[in-house]
């Protein structure tokens, strides 16, 4: 299964909304799908499972949505710290674990 | 607080071998699988080994088949990875994660990682 993630790069201003893409080549099972923020010289961190379940401390203007072969990735306000890249994920069709190439969303 | 610490990566000349450690505290770590994925100087995530609890499911990646071996110590709180017989396209951060319980290939917690420079 391959994730391809759109667009490469987003720019936008601190308080935009930000629309994250993420398109599977067949349908991802259960929508077994997550999203983790990546910050320059830091460990990737989970921010979506199941496709729309916020993970633990996660704030709620980060919202996931989708479910066959298409997924979004939302940030209702961009605050200063969510300029990062963002990876998804598919956990469920083997081989399990695939990441899409990633979104870096950068201040405009 | 849940840490992974990542050591043992460093320079090493291709077709060498390399032993990465990665010490867990603040979970009770024989409950939780635990995975090592990889990420070449400015690319992507790769996933490329785990291990269940008890060390009875060890998949691997295509490209890392054969030539590296995931391991863990219970007793010690610490999963390694054995590389061996290393390709310059080895060079990368290696991170130590540990599987969510909502799914094995789901990762909560993850290191800051260990690089990995294959080099001659």
């Known amino acids: 299964i391959v994730l391809t993630q759109s667009p490469g790069t987003l720019s936008l201003s601190p308080g935009e909304r930000a629309t994250l893409s993420c398109r599977a080549s067949?349908?991802?099972?259960?929508?077994?799908l997550a999203w983790y923020q990546q910050k320059p010289g830091q460990a990737p961190r989970l921010l979506i499972y199941?496709?729309?379940s916020r993970a633990t401390g996660i704030p709620d203007r980060f919202s996931g949505s989708g479910s066959g072969t298409d997924f979004t990735l939302t940030i209702s306000r961009l605050e200063p710290e969510d300029f990062a890249v963002y990876y998804c994920?598919?956990?469920?069709?083997?081989?399990?674990?695939?990441f899409g190439g990633g979104t870096k969303v950068e201040i405009k | 607080e849940v840490q992974l610490v990542e050591s043992g990566g460093g320079l090493v000349q291709p077709g060498r071998s390399l032993r990465l450690s990665c010490a867990a505290s603040?979970?009770?770590?024989?409950?939780?699988?635990m995975h090592w994925v990889r990420q070449a100087p400015g690319k992507g995530l790769e996933w490329i080994s785990g291990i269940s609890w008890n060390s009875g499911n060890i998949p691997y990646a295509d490209s890392v088949k054969g030539r590296f071996t995931i391991s863990r110590d219970n007793a010690k709180n610490s999963l390694y990875l054995q590389m061996n017989s290393l390709r310059a396209d080895d060079t990368a951060l290696y991170y130590c994660a540990r599987a969510s319980t909502i799914a094995p290939r789901l990762f909560d917690y993850w290191g800051q990682g260990t690089l990995v420079t294959v080099s001659s």
């Open positions: 994920q598919q956990y469920g069709i083997s081989p399990p674990g695939t």
């Open positions: 199941g496709a729309s």
């Open positions: 603040g979970f009770t770590f024989n409950d939780y699988a």
């Open positions: 067949q349908s991802v099972s259960s929508s077994y």
